[in-house]
């Protein structure tokens, strides 16, 4: 089947610090990889997404690479700020079946001043 | 910019009581899901739909029912409310071919006392 892992938060960071968010995957076939934010209060939102091998996905500042040969979609940021605060949700998504997408378990991000 | 809506964003009622959450969308999607959020913030898929009269439950039992009768419209309906279904609803869309992402509406918390 398919599965998302992610890094268990929350992740507290200061403002300008670097910032990665682990995400692994388990997938039967091709998957599109994706990473969602949720503000508070809000729904999600589509930060960026990747649907082939080596592919990277850039957003605001976030970058995340598609690598097969680990099965990862690690969300990075160079400097947060602290509008950033947030969950963050890696996601993917096969052709075959006629399923929604498998999200991870969501990260929380904390950025302080 | 995605359309998808949501109404009430926030209810609260007593237990017993039938209540219907709104979602619309004006993108023309076939496909339309609900999530339920739990407040460790995972998501979980409890309805969706591929297109006009055609639902299925997803991997979350649910007691809840959904209808798809315009394409636009997937309410969700609970008819006897319970204390354990107090959570985030969340309602999402997405073309029907394609590796196509999912657009989120704002969600409805609801607070069944």
């Known amino acids: 089947g398919n599965s998302v892992t992610q890094m268990e938060g929350p992740v507290t960071l200061s403002e300008e610090a670097f910032l990665t968010i682990n995400c692994t995957y388990t997938?039967?076939?091709?998957?599109?990889l994706f990473w969602y934010v949720q503000y508070p209060g809000e729904g999600l939102q589509l930060l960026l997404k990747a649907t082939k091998a080596d592919d990277k996905g850039s957003n605001k500042g976030f970058e995340a690479t598609y690598r097969k040969e680990t099965t990862s979609f690690h969300l990075e940021k160079g400097s947060v700020q602290v509008s950033d605060s947030a969950v963050y949700f890696c996601?993917?998504?096969?052709?075959?079946?006629?399923?929604?997408?498998?999200f991870g378990s969501g990260t929380r991000l904390q950025v302080q001043p | 910019e995605a359309d998808i809506y949501q109404t009430p964003r926030y209810l609260v009622i007593g237990t017993g009581k039938k209540i219907t959450l709104e979602c619309s969308q004006t993108m023309g999607h076939d496909k339309m899901y609900w999530y339920q959020q739990d407040p460790g913030m995972e998501l979980h898929l409890i309805h969706y739909s591929y297109g006009v009269n055609s639902t299925e439950k997803g991997d979350l039992s649910s007691e809840s029912t959904v209808s798809r009768i315009r394409t636009e419209h997937f309410p969700l309906t609970l008819e006897s409310a319970r204390p354990s279904h107090t959570s985030q609803y969340l309602c999402a869309s997405s073309e029907k071919q394609g590796r196509y992402e999912q657009y989120f509406g704002p969600g409805t918390r609801l607070t069944v006392t």
């Open positions: 996601a993917l998504k096969v052709d075959t079946g006629r399923r929604a997408l498998t």
């Open positions: 997938a039967t076939g091709y998957p599109s």
